[in-house]
């Protein structure tokens, strides 16, 4: 039916707290809703596609004729951090939640970093990424220790100087730990290099260098039924990492969500066939982690001022979908990802009664719609919606 389909996730921009969300200690969360309340944004183009239809929202407005078919998604798999939500659009139900370290790693493992890098490791607890940076940064800088850290996700990151570890020392010494981590004893879903610049405590920031490390799909993704099949997935941001190169054919990085929408223009001027497939991370990364509602806010209407450009890059037989991974209410408690339902925003060129579709019971019915869309074989729990968008 559609040749390209182009994918946009929107990393952590929830609709509101999910059916079990009590169980996920996520009770009263709702990252757009609370977002917008925190400060007003022009969001038209976002409005004009029916995003205040799916949930009432601070400044938008339900248009009598939307300009895209709408619905919000649940999540099944059991987890709310960004492999898991990915992992489910692209068709797995993730049953068994992946480790996080509330009170640091293991002092085994520790070890084995500090034997296998030659390099001594500190902090080793929860921290934010930019007060982690500050905290332990200068002393970094003198004895050249790596700077382990985790957070409420299932992940373990790594801080080090440009200047003190060189990107391409920090990235093979994430390599040497994702190795470590991936017996079940030690597992985590991603080992992340972070590196930063800067000359002293109030003055360090961390670069555009980040790169994750993360786990394969535990089952193949819609992405490997794609490229199986010859078609070609793009990977534009993130994706490629969160997905560890499965299932892709092409991929680009991106530095920011502007850049990222800058680099997913550039991909839509190409002639192929098959899937985009595009993480905005700022969201999530950079606001919704830090709880800084306002700028949330305006990171969102940066994304709505880019969405007439990406509309006129369509082709007529083109197929875009919007829609995010989990939530991150930065209004909420703590700065972990919240459970909540996402938004499902489908639109195209081709004149149809835009409306709203049921709404989706897994967001694995995103993997489904493009697998019945390019016709090949891949079995998951989702199901179509392309009969509906008819």
């Known amino acids: ?27 009263g969360a709702h990252t757009l809703k609370h977002t917008l309340e925190s400060k007003a944004v022009d969001l038209s183009n976002l409005e004009s596609l029916g995003l205040g239809c799916i949930e009432e929202l601070p400044g938008l407005n339900c ?14 798999s059991r987890g709310k951090d960004t492999m898991t939500g990915h992992w489910e659009i692209a068709g797995l139900n993730i049953k068994t939640p992946f480790k996080t370290y509330p009170d640091g790693f293991p002092d085994a493992l520790i070890k084995k970093i500090e034997e296998k890098t030659n390099r001594k490791v500190v902090c080793n607890l929860p921290y934010s990424g930019t007060e982690v940076i500050d905290d332990y ?7 050249g220790d790596l700077i382990v850290y985790t957070s409420a996700d299932p992940v373990l990151q790594i801080a080090a100087h440009e200047e003190v570890i060189p990107v391409d020392e920090l990235y093979e010494i994430c390599e040497t730990v994702r190795e470590l981590t991936l017996d079940d004893e030690f597992l985590v879903g991603r080992v992340i290099a972070r590196p930063f610049i800067g000359e002293g405590k109030g003055k360090f920031t961390r670069t555009e260098n980040r790169h994750d490390y993360a786990l394969s799909p535990f089952e193949p993704t819609v992405l490997d039924a794609l490229k199986d099949n010859d078609y070609t997935v793009y990977a534009v941001g993130k994706i490629n990492d969160i997905f560890n190169g499965q299932g892709i054919t092409d991929m680009v990085r991106t530095k920011n969500n502007m850049d990222g929408v800058d680099k997913l223009l ?22 919704g982690h830090r709880r800084d509602s306002e700028g949330y806010a305006d990171a969102l209407k940066e994304f709505d001022d880019r969405l007439p450009v990406i509309f006129s890059k369509l082709k007529e037989d083109d197929l875009l979908i919007i829609t995010a991974d989990h939530g991150n209410d930065p209004t909420f408690t703590g700065t972990d990802h919240t459970r909540e339902y996402v938004p499902l925003i489908v639109t195209s060129k081709k004149q149809f009664d835009y409306k709203k579709i049921n709404d989706r019971k897994t967001f694995s019915d995103v993997a489904a719609t493009i697998a019945d869309n390019f016709n090949v074989q891949f079995s998951t729990h989702g199901n179509s919606f392309l009969g509906e968008i008819k």
């Open 137 to 143: 940064g200068e002393d970094h800088m003198k004895t």
């Open 63 to 76: 248009p009598e004729q939307p300009n895209a078919f709408f619905a919000k998604m649940s999540e099944v």
């Open 266 to 287: 550039n991909v839509m001027d190409k002639d192929f066939e098959g899937l985009s497939f595009t993480n905005l991370v700022d969201f999530d990364a950079v606001y």
């Open 1 to 27: 039916m559609f040749k390209r389909i182009h994918l946009i996730v929107l990393d952590s921009v929830g609709i509101g707290e999910a059916k079990d969300a009590e169980n996920f200690g996520d009770k």
